[in-house]
């Protein structure tokens, strides 16, 4: 059985429940601490990054893995038509309780709903495609999704320096990384995610047929980008 513990999670927060630690064991190092409170960030608390997301948003929004819904509220305070997609059930509850006004509990390889014009990954959320013929499948995907002049915005980070200058030499792209969520002694079940690196998601992209643009860099090899689709 599938357990949502991410989903329970997030409930326990929202609720002002004392919450547990959740913990994101991987397969690269020492387990980590995912700060429950980061999914229900105030517009004051949106990192530059998300920001310039945001402002580039256009027409009609998919908000895809939408969490707590915080970019969705966001984006409906400034009047946008936004949906929020997301997996986990519970996430979806707390949505729509919270006044996500349009909220779909699906995942997106399944959706066959609307069109829209712009779809937003953040968060990293490009990264539920796992691996990187799972990211060729999802730009695919999303051209279906897409109104004609539509746009996908996302981010990523290059994740080498985890490795310290050593990329294992195997035929694993070294950003195909694996997740399992702990909370209050409960297992979720183990997922893939990607971080893909600027230079293998332009080329992938562009043979794709998209129009990329990069819009933002850190110092931490992490930025954000739209694809859009040559007419």
Same mark, same amino acid.
């Given at each position: 059985m599938n357990k949502d513990v991410y989903g329970a999670a997030l409930l326990d927060y929202y609720k002002g429940s004392e919450t547990a630690p959740l913990i994101l064991h991987n397969n690269y190092g020492e387990d980590e601490e995912m700060p429950i409170e980061i999914f229900f960030r105030k517009e004051e608390d949106f990192p530059e990054l998300e920001f310039i997301a945001l402002s580039l948003c256009d027409g009609s929004v998919l908000d895809v893995g939408a969490g707590a819904g915080s970019h969705c509220l966001y984006l409906q305070k400034k009047g946008f038509d936004v949906t929020a997609l997301e997996i986990s059930t519970i996430a979806c509850k707390i949505m729509k309780d919270s006044g996500v006004r349009n909220v779909v509990n699906q995942d997106i390889f399944d959706y066959r709903g609307k069109k829209f014009d712009t779809l937003l990954f953040l968060m990293?959320?490009?990264?539920?495609?796992?691996?990187?013929?799972?990211?060729?499948?999802?730009?695919?995907?999303?051209?279906?999704?897409?109104?004609?002049?539509?746009?996908?915005l996302f981010d990523s980070s290059d994740i080498a320096y985890l490795y310290e200058?050593?990329?294992?030499?195997?035929?694993? !792209? !070294?950003?195909?990384?694996?997740?399992? !969520?702990? !909370?209050?002694?409960?297992?979720g079940d183990p997922f893939g995610w990607l971080y893909i690196d600027q230079d293998t998601m332009i080329k992938i992209a562009q043979q794709d047929g998209w129009v990329v643009q990069v819009l933002y860099e850190d110092p931490d090899d992490q930025y954000l980008v739209r694809l859009s689709l040559r007419d």
């Open positions: 990293n959320g490009i990264g539920l495609a796992e691996t990187i013929n799972g990211f060729k499948q999802l730009l695919a995907h999303c051209k279906k999704m897409l109104r004609k002049g539509g746009q996908l200058g050593n990329i294992p030499p195997n035929d694993v !792209y !070294y950003g195909e990384v694996r997740f399992q !969520y702990e !909370y209050q002694g409960q297992l």
